[in-house]
């Protein structure tokens, strides 16, 4: 091992030993009330090509979550110093975490992760389909289904990652829609259904048949705010142009707030905005097929 590598280890190590100063205020929040934030990461690895989960730790921060999706997160890469990324966001948010690998070699682990401030109550986690591109084989994609215990009562919360290849996500998201959303629509003893929420990062936008697919489904926070402002595309970061990070949610959720931090430190963190949905329970409501 190189001097070097192992400053870093070292360096790393005392990061994590450090109590990370935290600005979460909750107090004012309902128990309706809940904060969603979904973010793929990009391994902590920043625009400027430094390895700093501290800085994406603030960001997130920032946004006060109660539950997060995560997605492109590391853990034991030697890339990325080592550390469990997931791990490492949950102790700085002071939450529970759920790291599911996709991507498992001799360098480290690769995935998606849930960090949320309440329970998790139950966890599924499977692949999804995918297809070689060209001579690459391609990079596994995943699915979690969380079921967190809130103040307001269950919530299924969702998060995923799906394909670049259009035929992988069309295939995916089908998958997603028979096998995870439908089935978790109406759970026993309760005819209004389990309220959901799906995000993560489709790599599709909002004209594409994966998206429109799910609308069928669920809303689109960007879209069915009361405020009718504009949603706000995602990526690239620094410049950003197109929404293929997403938050969907059944019709239990009313949606009051949406935000999409541009600031320095935000662009500079991933190749992907953060998107944060600030979200009212409402009762009484149903899971509805659209279509």
């Excluded at 938050?247 to 500079?268: E, G, L, Q, Y």
Aim: aromatic content about 6%; proline content about 6%.
């Amino acid at each position: 091992m190189r001097p070097g590598d192992l400053r870093a280890q070292l360096e790393n190590h005392l990061k994590i030993l450090r109590k990370p100063k935290k600005s979460l205020n909750y107090s004012q929040k309902s128990k309706a009330d809940l904060t969603v934030v979904t973010h793929n990461i990009h391994s902590c690895l920043n625009l400027d090509r430094r390895c700093d989960p501290d800085r994406t730790a603030g960001v997130l921060s920032a946004l006060n979550p109660d539950i997060v999706a995560l997605q492109e997160v590391d853990a034991g890469c030697r890339r990325t110093g080592f550390i469990d990324q997931a791990a490492y966001l949950a102790r700085a948010l002071d939450m529970v975490h759920h790291f599911y690998p996709l991507v498992d070699r001799n360098t480290g682990q690769y995935g998606i992760a849930i960090l949320s401030r309440y329970p998790i109550a139950e966890m599924e986690c499977r692949h999804l389909a995918c297809t070689r591109i060209g001579r690459r084989a391609p990079e596994q994609r995943g699915i979690m289904s969380a079921l967190i215990e809130t103040p307001a009562g269950p919530v299924r919360f969702i998060n995923t990652h799906l394909g670049l290849k259009s035929s992988d996500r069309a295939a995916q998201i089908k998958d997603i829609i028979l096998n995870t959303l439908m089935p978790n629509a109406v759970s026993a003893g309760q005819a209004e259904g389990v309220p959901l929420i799906f995000c993560g990062d489709l790599n599709a936008g909002p004209r594409s048949a994966v998206y429109r697919s799910v609308l069928r489904y669920l809303n689109d926070v960007q879209t069915s705010r009361p405020d009718r402002a504009s949603p706000k595309p995602t990526f690239f970061s620094w410049f950003p142009v197109r929404r293929s990070d997403h938050i969907f949610v059944s019709s239990h959720f009313h949606t009051d707030h949406v935000s999409v931090p541009k600031n320095h430190t935000a662009r500079m963190v991933s190749d992907h905005l953060p998107l944060s949905a600030e979200l009212r329970r409402l009762h009484e409501m149903a899971f509805v097929h659209k279509g």
